[in-house]
Nanobody, 124 residues
Framework: QVQVVESGGGLVQAGGSLRLSCSAS????????MGWFRQAPGKERVFVAA????????AYADSVKGRFTISRDGAKNRVYLQMNSLRPEDTAVYYC?????????????????WGQGTQVAVSS
């Protein structure tokens, strides 16, 4: 079993920045993908970004390209999401997901383990 815990959410004004962190513990190995998803009120969960086990060629949703950066610390089983130039439409609960795959996964249904989520609110 793998435990996934997110942190770093909060309230920020439009144009501001936040950094989310996610740690995975338990029966983990170095070769797994870690991704971020978000779900706004009344909307479906959507893909935000993901990092393969190597950290190379991270993937981003078009809506966050150029503003968000995903990075990972393989030695500490952690992944980070640096969010800059935040907009009110970025307001959502952000979830970290982990799966024992070496490739980037875009479909949330394919991730085996999920965190509880952290709230991000951006005021205009």
């Amino acid at each position: 079993q793998v435990q996934v815990v997110e942190s770093g959410g909060g309230l920020v004004q439009a144009g501001g920045s936040l950094r989310l962190s996610c740690s995975a513990s338990g029966r983990t190995s170095s070769r797994y993908v870690m991704g971020w998803f978000r779900q706004a009120p009344g909307k479906e969960r959507v893909f935000v970004a993901a990092s393969s086990w190597s950290g190379e060629r991270p993937a981003y949703a078009d809506s966050v390209k150029g503003r968000f950066t995903i990075s990972r610390d393989g030695a500490k089983n952690r992944v980070y999401l640096q969010m800059n130039s935040l907009r009110p439409e970025d307001t959502a609960v952000y979830y970290c997901a982990v799966d024992p795959s070496i490739w980037v996964i875009y479909d949330g249904d394919e991730y085996a383990y999920w965190g509880q989520g952290t709230q991000v609110a951006v005021s205009s």
